[in-house]
């Protein structure tokens, strides 16, 4: 069976700083891997994807991650953070074979300090 | 846009009580899910959908089952709510039987076992 592991609980980081949020996946099978972000009080948006093609790719936000195969790794980076990038971060994956849905990780509280 | 519609943002039911929680999506989606969100432990799937009338087994379904008798709809069924049941639930669509490309979220049901 599939599983997600997001490394970090909470990140708390300054205004434009650079941040991190580190994913790792574990499958038999190719996945799709996703990022999901989920502002206060609301319900999950889709924030980027990867499914075939180039391994790193971008959000409209300047957000990107890249997919690292042999690491079995989809890490979400910005490299300057604002404060209404305060959420929580979701990693998710869904396998190419086998049972049709999407499995999550513990998601990452990211909280930005001004 | 796709819209996933969850029939209420917040809820206290009794303990005991048959609890119904009801989402609908408006894009003609093959696949929906219902997931619970606890602090710490992302989002698990309880059940999902890849045609009416069909339910799959997620990774935590006891306590709780299904319905699926539109496309349409899906429907979360608490038979004797508990306390420990107490969670925010998340019913989700996607477009395609046998790939999961990309997932829509509702706002969430924040539901309260008293």
């Known amino acids: 069976a599939q599983s997600v592991t997001q490394l970090d609980s909470q990140v708390p980081v300054f205004e434009e700083a650079p941040v991190e949020l580190r994913c790792n996946y574990s499958s038999s099978v190719s996945v799709y891997l996703f990022w999901y972000v989920q502002y206060p009080n609301q319900g999950l948006q889709l924030l980027l994807k990867?499914?075939?093609?180039?391994?790193l790719v971008e959000s409209i936000n300047g957000f990107e991650a890249e997919f690292n195969k042999s690491q079995t790794s989809f890490h979400l980076r910005k490299p300057s953070v604002h404060i209404s990038d305060t959420a929580e971060y979701f990693c998710?994956?869904?396998?190419?074979?086998?049972?049709?849905?999407?499995?999550f990780g513990q998601g990452t509280r990211l909280t930005i300090n001004p | 846009d796709v819209k996933v519609t969850q029939s209420s943002r917040y809820l206290v039911k009794r303990t005991g009580e048959k609890v119904f929680l009801e989402c609908v999506q408006d894009m003609d989606h093959e696949n929906m899910f219902w997931y619970r969100q606890d602090p710490g432990l992302g989002l698990r799937l309880i059940y999902f959908?890849?045609?009416?009338?069909?339910?799959e087994k997620g990774d935590i379904p006891e306590g709780y089952s299904v319905s699926r008798e539109k496309k349409e709809r899906f429907s979360l069924i608490l038979e004797s709510a508990s306390t420990n049941q107490t969670s925010m639930y998340l019913c989700?669509?996607?477009?395609?039987?046998?790939?999961?490309?990309?997932?829509?979220f509702g706002q969430g049901t924040r539901l309260t076992v008293v």
């Open positions: 989700a669509s996607s477009p395609h039987r046998g790939l999961v490309t990309e997932a829509f």
């Open positions: 959908s890849y045609d009416v009338k069909m339910k």
């Open positions: 990867y499914l075939s093609g180039s391994t």
């Open positions: 998710a994956v869904s396998l190419l074979q086998g049972a049709q849905k999407l499995v």
